[in-house]
């Protein structure tokens, strides 16, 4: 089983709909991300977690929200979903400031808007 | 704010070629430099992390280096197989673990 999963795989919404992407971690990480892939513009952060009560916004936290429910759960919402919100979504974990630092990624979440 | 570059956008090579894959970044003190891969559709897989401390670090036919004084980092394929064939990025990490991605360099080894 993957360390880091994410659900649903892929979505297809329409404009105004809710959405939530949900993360599961096994790595017993503290720091879980969200981010965003777009063509041409790389991977953008949304939202950091450093623990269940420590949750901080991104470079592009606009429009969307977060929930960590668990060490080993943090979710992202699209409260009303717009067409250019229509990406690629990943979660990571890192284990900083731990031994290393290293991300961790889930395999992504598509996400489409029409 | 830290920019990572990442020069060509795209090769194309053939089969058992060396090949070097660049990253430079303006800000350079950094904790660490990642670098990943990623095939089309699919997550990211770390292939390499290097400590602001190191130097440089090896796996397989992989070998990443750092020079944190001129901003760049190299990534070294030895002997490149149509199976390399992927966008690879590099990421760096400040503070707070939050990392900057370079827009990626998207690898064709032709057979």
């Known amino acids: 089983d993957a360390d880091v999963t994410q659900t649903p795989r892929n979505r297809i919404t329409k404009t105004g709909k809710r959405i939530m992407l949900e993360c599961s971690q096994t790595k017993g990480h503290d720091r879980m991300y969200w981010y965003r892939q777009d063509p041409g513009l790389g991977l953008r952060l949304i939202y950091y977690?450093?623990?269940?009560?420590?949750?901080n916004k991104g470079e592009i936290s606009d429009g969307y929200s977060v929930s960590r429910q668990a060490q080993a759960k943090f979710s992202l919402s699209l409260e009303s979903a717009i067409p250019n919100q229509t990406a690629l979504y990943f979660c990571?974990?890192?284990?900083?400031?731990?031994?290393?630092?290293?991300?961790?990624f889930g395999e992504g979440s598509r996400l489409t808007v029409l | 704010k830290q920019e990572v570059t990442q020069i060509p956008a795209a090769l194309s090579v053939p089969e058992g070629e060396n090949l070097v894959l660049n990253c430079s970044f303006t800000d350079s003190a950094i904790y660490n430099l990642q670098w990943f891969r990623q095939d089309p559709g699919k997550g990211l897989t770390s292939l390499l992390l290097i400590q602001s401390s190191q130097r440089e670090q090896t796996s397989g036919r992989l070998n990443a280096s750092l020079d944190k004084s001129s901003g760049r980092s190299t990534l070294y394929i030895a002997a490149s197989q149509p199976g390399d064939s992927a966008t690879y990025l590099c990421?760096?990490?400040?503070?707070?673990?939050?990392?900057?991605f370079g827009d990626g360099t998207t690898l064709t080894v032709k057979p």
């Open positions: 977690s450093f623990d269940v009560k420590d949750i």
């Open positions: 990571a974990t890192s284990d900083w400031p731990g031994r290393t630092g290293e991300l961790f």
């Open positions: 990421a760096v990490s400040r503070n707070a673990g939050k990392s900057t």
